[in-house]
């Protein structure tokens, strides 16, 4: 079955870095998303990974490896406003998209 | 662990006819549905919230006489693009908010429906 695997809840505090890890097993490859969403709003892309390596912006980096089926979100220079889930989806060889079940990031001070 | 389903997962359609998506919760009920539109590589748009029972609540600038929704039981809601349009091709995604999880706000999503309007 295709699955899509990332942490439930992770704290991080305000300045610091962290990393949101994403694993995955699908039926076929034809990219990665990345979401942040705050509670009551509709998700924001942050980040699509079809290729192996690092795409940085800004803050916000992602790595993939479609080798081990990995990817993570680096979050540098934690803000307070960053707090929110962060989405892992994987679109499959048929373009649809498998959703991980969201990690919720707390910020604190 | 909880399961969200389009149907169908692509469509291809000629403009001015109507087609139908079904977003069913499987292994949940859901009181709560939304509905998004989503453009490549960019953030989901939210068109609607739909609540079993009731009336969806459309968000500002997406007609609701266009994009008709129906919640009828606690498992599915459906979203009708009536008279579709080339503009209309899109990929729409359905989230389920689970009712056993109370007040949180974890939404449950669908795996897309790609609609192409020729």
């Known amino acids: 079955g295709q699955n899509i695997d990332q942490p439930t809840e992770m704290t991080a505090t305000e300045g610091a870095i962290v990393q949101i890890n994403c694993t995955y097993q699908?039926?076929?490859?034809?990219?990665l998303f990345w979401y942040q969403q705050h509670a009551g709003e509709a998700p924001t892309f942050l980040s699509y990974?079809?290729l192996d390596g690092l795409e940085e912006k800004g803050r916000f980096s992602s790595f993939l490896s479609r080798s081990k089926g990995y990817s993570y979100l680096l979050l540098k220079e934690l803000q307070m406003k960053d707090s929110a889930s962060y989405l892992c989806?994987?679109?499959?060889?048929?373009?649809?998209?498998?959703w991980g079940a969201g990690t919720k990031l707390i910020i604190k001070p | 662990g909880a399961v969200v389903s389009q149907h169908p997962s692509w469509v291809i359609c000629k403009s001015g006819t109507s087609v139908k998506i079904e977003c069913r919760s499987l292994?949940?009920?859901?009181?709560?549905m939304f509905w998004y539109r989503q453009f490549p590589k960019q953030s989901l748009m939210l068109m609607a919230t739909?609540?079993?029972?009731?009336?969806?609540?459309?968000e500002q600038g997406v007609e609701k006489d266009k994009f008709l929704i129906n919640h009828a039981s606690l498992t599915l809601s459906t979203l009708t693009v009536t008279s579709a349009h080339p503009e209309d091709s899109s990929f729409y995604i359905c989230?389920?908010?689970?009712?056993?999880?109370?007040?949180?706000?974890?939404?449950?999503f669908g795996p897309g429906t790609r609609l192409t309007v020729l």
């Open positions: 989230s389920a908010r689970d009712i056993g999880q109370g007040e949180t706000d974890t939404q449950y």
């Open positions: 292994d949940f009920q859901a009181t709560t």
């Open positions: 739909s609540n079993e029972g009731s009336k969806a609540t459309y």
């Open positions: 699908t039926s076929g490859f034809n990219g």
């Open positions: 990974n079809v």
């Open positions: 989806a994987v679109m499959d060889s048929n373009y649809q998209l498998i």
